[in-house]
């Protein structure tokens, strides 16, 4: 059953029932950030736990509009998005946490600068959808939404589909020539 957009608007960490607890974030070369995630059941209460573990650990690292269960050391099909307050962001569905998602309409790819939390000294340009139509499972009802995403929204969902699936932005990008050294502000 596909559920309308506005339950997804609906949907709330508290739904989880369950507070999250920080947990430590893995970097590349880590296996686990290689490898396919497994699809889950959104409804198991691990993987309930799960989505509520990314959403604290995406709210205490600063500048991270998502997170996935490879940057866990999981290697499941959930992750979890934010780009609220993000001076990029057109859609904004506030945050959400998504299982066994995937990209069913992708267009207007654009070249856009990405960094990761799992490659934390480099960023790339990586060519990717600026509007596409995601569907996925809540974690907790299991419901299946489907709904729209455009600019920066858009890139953190395929970024974080691109976890679950093994890859990290580094494989999407042109080349040596479009990575670089993370720039530090004081």
């Known amino acids: 059953m596909t559920a309308p957009l506005d339950d997804l608007a609906g949907w709330t960490p508290e739904s989880l029932g369950e507070p999250g607890t920080v947990r430590a974030v893995v970097t590349a070369p880590d296996p686990v950030l290689s490898r396919a995630g497994s699809e889950v059941d959104p409804r198991d209460p691990e993987v309930i736990r799960l989505a509520a573990d990314l959403i604290a650990t995406m709210r205490v690292s600063p500048g991270c509009v998502g997170l996935a269960a490879p940057q ?42 990405e960094g990761c939390m799992s490659v934390p000294d480099l960023t790339g340009d990586v060519k990717r959808a600026s509007r596409l139509v995601v569907e996925g499972q809540l974690p907790g009802s299991g419901v299946t939404v489907k709904f729209p995403a455009d600019g920066f929204e858009a890139r953190a969902l395929q970024h974080e589909i691109d976890h679950c699936a093994g890859l990290l932005f580094l494989d999407r990008v042109a080349g040596a020539h479009a990575v670089y050294q993370r720039q530090t502000y004081l």
């Open 72 to 113: 866990v050391g999981v290697s499941s099909q959930v992750f979890c998005v934010d780009v609220t307050g993000h001076p990029k962001a057109v859609t904004v569905h506030g945050v959400f946490a998504l299982c066994n998602a995937t990209v069913v309409e992708a267009s207007r790819w654009r070249p856009g600068r």
